[in-house]
Nanobody, 124 residues
Framework: QVQLVESGGGLVQAGGSLRLSCAVS????????MGWFRRRPEKEREFVAA????????NYADSTKDRFTISRENAKNTVYLQMTNLKAEDTAVYYC?????????????????WGRGTQVTVSP
């Protein structure tokens, strides 16, 4: 099975930046898409960004595409989420996910494996 471990969360002031990492192991050659999702307080989990593991194509939520960047280092089996100009409403638990059967997708149900999440807190 694919295993995902997020890291890099923490406390940051509004307007600041933070980079999250997702280490991937256990079957990277079968991955189609890597995604980032988040769960904000009192909200359902929502799509943030996705990237083709092989080709590097990207997709973003409307609320994050001008501030967040998803990237990868295949040699390190790692996917990143670079977050800039953070806002208080970005406070959430951030999850990385792997899709083994679909093209780039924003649909949560299409993802097959999930990390446990990392907390990001943005102070106003």
């Amino acid at each position: 099975q694919v295993q995902l471990v997020e890291s890099g969360g923490g406390l940051v002031q509004a307007g600041g930046s933070l980079r999250l990492s997702c280490a991937v192991s256990g079957g990277t050659f079968s991955i189609y898409t890597m995604g980032w999702f988040r769960r904000r307080p009192e909200k359902e989990r929502e799509f943030v960004a996705a990237m083709s593991w092989r080709l590097g194509q990207r997709n973003y939520a409307d609320s994050t595409k001008d501030r967040f960047t998803i990237s990868r280092e295949n040699a390190k089996n790692t996917v990143y989420l670079q977050m800039t100009n953070l806002k208080a409403e970005d406070t959430a638990v951030y999850y990385c996910a792997a899709d083994l059967s679909s093209a780039i997708t924003t649909v949560e149900a299409n993802y097959d494996y999930w990390g446990r999440g990392t907390q990001v807190t943005v102070s106003p």
